[in-house]
């Protein structure tokens, strides 16, 4: 780094401003800095620590502007590069974050940070084999980097390296044994019985009043997971209840507003849009859509196995899109639907295929896109992509609230902490879900995850004839098909031949009669309508 020889005022603004990042004072950072950069706009030093600040605020665009011109002054200074890379990881511009971080490695390629950074950017892009090279470095250079671990257990979990994922998990509590992520990753692995020691610790942490609220909750997690796998359901469910509870109250969710929003989107398409401009626009595009653990990770897994179709995961391409038109617009969707014309719903539409463009190609020109909240935008995407094909995935609501109840989220899931909640969620999925069915019944493609394990092979075969798709064998021996599943909890459980023992509310027996009876009154005692 080039050394800039600054006047007395702006050392001791510099050294004022590092004293409040150091304890975490951003706002009053970001201040001090902003007078600092008006008496010496051209401090790198000053501009990184700014990028940092307004990172930490939450303003990424404006922590990429402050490195991109820290970096056009220091330009081989490995710490700028990464920040700018974060920050522009934040705002969506993958390219040009991991070109970034890319660049930060080769400055300095003995930080296990930069390596670490990288491989977790690659990773979330779903370029795994980069993302665990990458990992492995960082560990190479810093074998204590808990993150680095946590995320390489992940990674390889992720394609099917199960005995390696575990082996790192167990690397790691060896060295960190109060490590509630990693407790947590290993149970969630679904594949390893934790043993009567592990359970035993598991329970002492679980019960440390003075333990952070949310390893608590993830101690208790693994608890119940450990529990049920020793057949003690009702301890299971007592520790599931207590977690829930926990989780519950760091949670904003609000029921009515939710069914609200789906009275909305209901109302705004009860009259279908106009007639599209193009109507063979979306072909390459099936949707899934689901609510958590109700099968859609198999379904993605059951199509990505034909020659023609790549699985893209739970990408965000799609709300992203809609959430770009309700900035254009100054109105939240579905406010703007009714005023929305053929012209805009093609932008959108090919707005959403320029940003999805790297899961179609020459081998695999069609793609799976699984978000969980693809259910509510159903009208909106086929209004965008009128040839897109939907293929709606529904449990058992019983099983389906079960499974989001034994299970932590790490986003995007604030109604999965409480039964009730848990019904009106099902309630609104299964009414909007109806009303697509009914809107569009030649583009969506009702599957109940039931018939699917009873019946595989025929119901398989629909599948692929709605989609359009001839019969491909593999896509009866998905479990042979080697691609990421960026669901930890299904990771590995896709990568076995078809379990038709899935069903766990029986065990829970009298537990679960409260909830059968909220289900009941909702009108959603059974899949079957």
């Known amino acids: 780094m080039t050394t800039q020889v600054l006047p007395p005022n702006v050392v001791h603004l510099l050294q004022k ?107 979330l892009q779903v370029r795994t084999g980069e993302a665990i ?146 109507p063979q626009s979306g072909s390459e595009v099936i949707l899934i859509a689901s609510i958590p653990r109700s099968g859609s990770t198999l379904v993605e897994q059951i199509l990505a196995s034909h020659a023609d179709v790549e699985g893209a995961n739970e990408i965000t391409d799609l709300p992203a899109v809609l959430d770009g038109e ?5 109105r939240l969707f579905p406010d703007w639907v009714r005023g929305t014309t053929p012209a805009d719903w093609q932008r959108l539409g090919r707005e959403y295929l320029v940003r999805t463009a790297r899961w179609r190609h020459e081998r695999k020109p069609r793609f799976t896109d699984k978000n969980l909240v693809n259910w509510k935008y159903i009208g909106a995407a086929l209004a965008m992509l009128p040839s897109a094909r939907v293929v709606v995935v529904r449990r058992d609501p019983v099983e389906a ?55 595989p092979e025929s119901v398989i075969r629909r599948l692929l004839d709605f989609c359009g798709l001839s019969f491909d064998p593999a896509c009866l021996a998905f479990h042979q098909t080697q691609r990421t599943v960026i669901s930890a909890a299904s990771a590995a459980q896709v990568r076995q031949p078809l379990q038709r023992g899935t069903a766990r509310a029986a065990r829970y027996g009298h537990l679960l009669d409260t909830l059968r009876e909220r289900l009941r009154d909702a009108g959603l005692a059974a899949v079957q309508d």
């Open 133 to 278: 090279e990458a990992l492995h470095r960082a560990l190479r250079l810093d074998p204590s980097h808990v993150s680095a671990r946590l995320t390489l257990a992940d990674a390889e979990a992720s394609v099917g390296q199960v005995d390696a994922a575990v082996a790192e998990l167990r690397r790691l509590l060896q060295a960190h044994p109060g490590n509630a992520h990693a407790w947590f990753a290993l149970a969630n692995l679904k594949v390893v019985p934790l043993t009567r020691q592990d359970l035993a610790l598991l329970r002492r942490n679980f019960e440390r009043a003075d333990a952070p609220a949310e390893d608590r909750v993830l101690f208790g997690f693994a608890l119940a997971r450990g529990l049920e796998d020793q057949a003690d359901y009702s301890a299971s469910f007592e520790v599931l209840q207590c977690a829930n509870r926990m989780q519950r109250g760091r949670m904003r969710w609000n029921a009515a507003e939710h069914r609200a929003r789906i009275d909305a989107i209901e109302h705004a398409f009860a009259s279908p849009p106009a007639a599209p401009l193009d």
């Open 17 to 123: 401003a590092q004293g409040e990042l150091s304890r975490r004072q951003f706002d009053a950072a970001a201040a001090t800095l902003s007078s600092l950069l008006a008496q010496a706009p051209d401090c790198a030093s000053a501009l990184g620590m700014a990028g940092v600040a307004a990172q930490m605020q939450g303003r990424h665009e404006r922590a990429a502007e402050y490195f991109r011109k820290a970096v056009e002054t220091e330009p081989r200074d490995a710490r700028l590069h990464a920040g700018l890379g974060i920050a522009l990881f934040e705002m969506g511009d993958v390219a040009g974050a991991i070109a970034g971080l890319r660049r930060a490695c080769d400055l300095a390629p003995n930080v296990a940070g930069g390596w670490f950074n990288l491989g977790r950017a690659l990773k």
């Open 401 to 455: 609230c079960l499974a989001c109840y034994r299970q932590w989220f790490a986003s995007g899931t604030q109604f999965a902490y409480d039964l009730d909640e848990l019904v009106d969620y099902c309630a609104d999925f299964v009414r909007l879900t109806r009303f697509w069915l009914k809107l569009y019944p030649d583009r969506v493609f009702d599957l109940e995850y039931e018939a699917l394990l009873a019946d």
């Open 326 to 330: 309700s900035r254009r617009s100054g």
